[in-house]
């Protein structure tokens, strides 16, 4: 998923643990309930995406952009 432009996605539920979705545009994406433990997230644009109760358990986030994403309920998330 390096790269994909996944805007709007419906990923609800989706298992992506260990995933490299580096630099992927998830912009408005819906990945509520989503495993995203040890997921590369690193640069990823998820500005809007709904990240309620998804699993972010030792997920890369470095420099991923979080605008205004919901991560209401999520576990494994540490607002900086």
């Known amino acids: 998923f ?6 709007q996605a419906k990923l609800a539920q989706a298992c992506l643990a260990n995933a490299n ?13 989503a495993d ?6 690193t640069g990823a644009k ?8 998804a699993n972010l358990t030792q997920a890369i986030l470095t420099g991923a952009d979080l605008t205004d ?7 494994g998330y540490k607002s900086s």
């Open 21 to 33: 979705i580096q630099r992927a545009g998830l912009q408005k994406a819906d990945l509520a309930q």
């Open 46 to 53: 998820l500005g809007e995406a709904s990240l309620a109760k």
């Open 2 to 7: 390096t790269g994909a432009k996944l805007t």
């Open 69 to 75: 994403a919901d991560l209401t309920g999520a576990t």
């Open 36 to 41: 995203l433990r040890n997921a590369n997230l």
